[in-house]
């Protein structure tokens, strides 16, 4: 028989994962999106349950080919952002963490029509110039939760994709918004032109609130998810000691 190493070190632990990129319809047949898959969110949900742990995961347009089939692993389906705060703040109230891996749109827009928008009026074969889109600001899900902690002690993550530019290297980036958003973690994935999105190797730095340095991981999804459980772990132990 073969030696098993399995880790448990999440047993008896609920937690929770948002993964994939939310969708804000215009109407019923278009919507404004983003490119998120979900992988990284569905690693972090398989990681957890392989770690012993009971998983919610909020899955924002995660094709369901990508979805685990781990009996551990609960799914909710959404697809906007209001749907994505209310599922994952329902799971909250009873969970030991909060993952939140999901790409969120920080804008939707202001209106829904009812009907598909047409391209001109009924009646006008005239090509008047479109409309512009006017958007809202959506709810900053992670800050509330951090703001909020649903369950007393729980811990709440966050995961934040960064490229650098004019103003700093992506981690002063990911400094900032870590001493921004309250959360007691965040995963800075440093992105560039080869790097964080689909197949390709990721580089991620772990900050807590105070923007320090916690723990570095590099290499694939599943890689990077180990690396953060074992993170969040550290931090519940502390917590409950
Ligand atoms: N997030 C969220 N709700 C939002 C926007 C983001 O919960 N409305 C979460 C994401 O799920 C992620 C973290 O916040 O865990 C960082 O998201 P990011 O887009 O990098 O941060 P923003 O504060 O939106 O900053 P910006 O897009 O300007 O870089
Ligand atoms: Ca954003």
Request: charged fraction near 25%; charge should be neutral; avoid cysteine.
């Given at each position: 028989?073969?030696?098993?190493?399995?880790?448990?070190?999440?047993?008896?632990?609920?937690?929770?994962v948002?993964?994939?990129?939310?969708?804000?319809?215009?109407?019923?047949?278009?919507?404004?999106?983003?490119?998120?898959?979900?992988?990284?969110g569905v690693a972090l949900a398989e990681s957890a349950a392989r770690?012993?742990?009971?998983v919610?995961l909020?899955?924002?347009?995660?094709?369901?080919?990508?979805?685990p089939e781990d009996?551990a692993v609960?799914?909710?389906?959404?697809?906007?952002?209001?749907?994505?705060?209310?599922?994952?703040?329902?799971?909250?109230?009873?969970?030991?963490?909060?993952?939140?891996?999901?790409?969120?749109?920080?804008?939707?827009?202001?209106?829904?029509?009812?009907?598909?928008?047409?391209?001109?009026?009924?009646?006008?074969?005239?090509?008047?110039?479109?409309?512009?889109?006017?958007?809202?600001?959506?709810?900053?899900?992670?800050?509330?939760?951090?703001?909020?902690?649903?369950?007393?002690?729980?811990?709440?993550?966050?995961?934040?994709?960064?490229?650098?530019?004019?103003?700093?290297?992506?981690?002063?980036?990911?400094?900032?918004?870590?001493?921004?958003?309250?959360?007691?973690?965040?995963?800075?994935?440093?992105?560039?032109?080869?790097?964080?999105?689909?197949?390709?190797?990721?580089?991620?730095?772990?900050?807590?609130?105070?923007?320090?340095?916690?723990?570095?991981?590099?290499?694939?999804k599943t890689?990077?998810a180990?690396?953060?459980?074992?993170?969040?772990?550290?931090?519940?132990?502390?917590?409950?000691?």
């Amino acid at each position: 028989t073969e030696a098993r190493t399995a880790r448990t070190d999440l047993a008896g632990r609920h937690v929770v994962v948002s993964a994939g990129g939310t969708r804000e319809p215009l109407d019923p047949v278009r919507f404004l999106g983003n490119r998120s898959s979900g992988r990284q969110g569905v690693a972090l949900a398989e990681s957890a349950a392989r770690r012993g742990a009971r998983v919610t995961l909020v899955a924002a347009n995660v094709a369901d080919s990508l979805l685990p089939e781990d009996p551990a692993v609960t799914v909710h389906r959404v697809e906007t952002t209001l749907e994505l705060r209310e599922a994952v703040r329902a799971a909250a109230a009873g969970a030991d963490a909060v993952v939140m891996a999901a790409a969120v749109a920080d804008f939707r827009p202001a209106g829904r029509s009812e009907h598909k928008i047409k391209k001109a009026p009924a009646g006008d074969g005239s090509t008047a110039e479109p409309e512009p889109i006017r958007l809202t600001t959506n709810p900053d899900i992670l800050a509330e939760l951090a703001a909020d902690r649903l369950r007393p002690g729980q811990l709440v993550v966050g995961f934040a994709a960064e490229t650098g530019d004019g103003t700093g290297d992506a981690l002063s980036h990911g400094r900032d918004k870590a001493r921004r958003k309250g959360a007691d973690l965040l995963a800075v994935n440093q992105v560039g032109a080869t790097q964080g999105f689909g197949d390709v190797p990721n580089d991620v730095t772990v900050l807590d609130r105070a923007g320090e340095v916690v723990a570095r991981a590099a290499g694939t999804k599943t890689e990077v998810a180990d690396a953060l459980w074992t993170s969040v772990v550290e931090r519940l132990r502390q917590a409950s000691t």
